[in-house]
C-alpha cells in the first residue's frame, strides 16, 4: 500500500522535529548573538525550547493538510479525530505533584529511607531517589514521579555546581529508570498503558515479568552511577531544600486531589475539573504554595500533543516493520525506535499487529520501556523533566544538549538490557 501525500509530509514534517531537538542547543547559542530582547533573540530562544518543537512542526502539518485536501476543515478534522488523553493528563498530574506539600512528602519519605543508609547524606539521598523514587512511578504514574524528582533532584544537586558529565548521567539514569519504574503495576508507565486491556495484562503479571527486573535495574544503575561519580557526592555539600512547613490536613487534601487525578486518568472532561478545583485550593492556601508549574506544564503538554499529531501518521511504515520482526531483533528494535519515536506510540502499534506471541508482546514492551530514556521524546514523561531541569544551572549555556543525554542515559539503558532480555 503506497503512502499518501499527507503521510509522507507527516513523516518528512516528524523527522525535521527530530532534527530540530538535536539543534535547540545550537539555537540557543545562535541567540546569543543578537541584542537582548531583540526580534531575532527572542525567535531563536523559543526555537530553543526544547518544549516547543513537535508542537511548531505540528502546525506546519496542519497547515499542510489543510493546503493538500484544500479544505481547512479536513485538517480540523484530523485534529479532532486524535486522541490527546496523554498529553492533558501530564499536564494536569505535573501542576498538581509539583505543588509544595506533595514535594516536601515525598522529600521527607526518601529522606527516612536515606538515613538507614550506612553513609553521608548527599550519597545516601541521591541512591534513595534514583533508585526508590522511580518506583513510585509505578502508583502515582511516571509523570508525577518524574516531576517530583526532577524538583528534588534540582533543588539538591543540578542547582550546586555539580560537573557536566555528572549532571548528564544522573539526568540519564533519572529519565531510563522512570521509564521502567512504572512497570510494577498495570497502569502507570504509558507504554504498558496502551497494551494492558487489549493483551490481559494485569498488576499481578506485570509484578511477574517486568517489576523485579525493573527493580533490579534501577538499584543496579544508581550504585553504578553513585560509584563512578562518588568523588562529586561526597565532594557536595547537604542541601537543606524546604521552603515552610506544611499542615498535615493540608498535604491530606493535596494527595486525595493527586489520586483523583490519577484515578480519572482517561476522563480529561472529569481531571480538569479536579483541576479547577484544585487551583481553588491553592489559591485560599497561598502562603504555603510555591509557585505552580502552569507554564512547564502547559509547554509539556504542547510538546505531547504536537508528537501525538506527527506520530499519529507513522503508522503506515512503523506497524508494518514491528510486525516484521522478531524475538531479539524486536527487542532491540524496539530500543532504536523508541529513541525517535514516543514508547507509548511503538507500543500501541504493536498491540494492532494480529496473532503477536506472548513472547513477542514481552520483547516490544520491554525493549520499548528499556529504551524510554535516550532521548527526550523516547517516554512521555520526558518532557516534563526537561521543562522542570532546562533552567538548572548544570545546564546553563544552552540548555539540555539531546546528544549528551544519549550519552548518559548509554549505561543505565545497558543494565535495563540485561535485566529485561538476559536474565
Excluded at 521543562?387 to 546553563?396: D, R, S, V, W, Y
Amino acid at each position: 500500500m503506497q503512502p499518501t501525500a499527507i503521510q509522507i509530509l507527516a513523516t518528512t514534517l516528524f523527522a525535521l522535529a527530530v532534527v530540530h531537538t538535536f539543534a535547540v542547543p545550537y539555537f540557543a547559542r545562535w541567540a546569543h548573538r543578537y541584542p537582548k530582547g531583540s526580534i531575532p533573540e527572542n525567535a531563536l530562544h523559543f526555537l530553543a525550547e526544547t518544549e516547543v518543537v513537535f508542537g511548531l512542526w505540528a502546525s506546519v502539518l496542519f497547515v499542510g493538510i489543510a493546503v493538500i485536501e484544500r479544505s481547512v476543515g479536513a485538517a480540523v478534522r484530523y485534529i479532532e479525530g486524535l486522541n490527546f488523553t496523554e498529553a492533558k493528563f501530564v499536564l494536569v498530574v505535573m501542576v498538581v505533584a509539583a505543588t509544595r506539600p506533595v514535594v516536601s512528602l515525598a522529600e521527607k519519605f526518601l529522606e527516612t529511607l536515606a538515613r538507614a543508609l550506612p553513609m553521608r547524606k548527599g550519597p545516601a539521598f541521591y541512591l534513595t531517589a534514583l533508585s526508590v523514587g522511580p518506583l513510585l512511578g509505578s502508583i502515582i504514574t511516571e509523570p508525577a514521579a518524574m516531576t517530583l524528582l526532577a524538583i528534588l533532584l534540582k533543588r539538591r544537586y543540578f542547582d550546586h555546581g555539580i560537573s557536566r558529565r555528572f549532571a548528564y548521567a544522573t539526568l540519564g539514569l533519572l529519565f531510563v529508570n522512570v521509564s521502567i519504574g512504572g512497570t510494577l503495576t498495570h497502569f502507570a508507565a504509558p507504554p504498558v498503558l496502551m497494551v494492558a486491556n487489549t493483551w490481559g495484562w494485569d498488576t499481578p503479571f506485570m509484578l511477574k515479568h517486568f517489576g523485579w527486573r525493573a527493580v533490579i535495574s534501577t538499584v543496579v544503575s544508581t550504585l553504578m552511577i553513585a560509584f563512578v561519580f562518588r568523588r562529586d557526592l561526597t565532594a557536595l555539600e547537604p542541601v537543606e531544600t524546604r521552603s515552610g512547613s506544611v499542615p498535615i490536613w493540608l498535604t491530606i487534601l493535596h494527595l486525595l486531589f493527586l489520586a483523583a487525578v490519577v484515578a480519572f486518568a482517561h476522563h480529561p472532561d472529569v481531571f480538569f475539573g479536579v483541576l479547577m478545583l484544585f487551583l481553588g485550593l491553592t489559591t485560599a492556601t497561598r502562603e504555603y504554595q510555591d509557585n505552580l508549574k502552569l507554564r512547564e506544564g502547559l509547554l509539556v503538554g504542547f510538546f505531547l500533543a504536537g508528537l501525538v499529531t506527527l506520530g499519529s501518521l507513522q503508522e503506515y511504515w512503523l506497524r508494518p516493520l514491528i510486525g516484521s520482526l522478531g524475538g531479539a531483533s524486536l527487542f532491540f528494535g524496539a530500543i532504536s525506535l523508541t529513541a525517535i519515536t514516543d514508547n507509548a506510540a511503538l507500543t500501541y502499534l504493536g498491540s494492532l499487529v494480529e496473532g503477536i506471541s506472548p513472547d513477542l508482546k514481552y520483547a516490544l514492551v520491554a525493549g520499548a520501556v528499556a529504551g524510554g530514556g535516550l532521548t527526550v521524546i523516547a517516554n512521555a514523561p520526558n518532557p516534563a523533566g526537561v521543562g522542570i531541569l532546562q533552567t538548572a544551572k548544570a545546564f546553563e549555556n544552552g540548555g539540555i544538549s539531546p546528544l549528551r543525554l544519549f550519552v548518559g542515559a548509554l549505561a543505565p539503558t545497558l543494565v535495563a538490557i540485561v535485566c529485561f532480555w538476559f536474565i
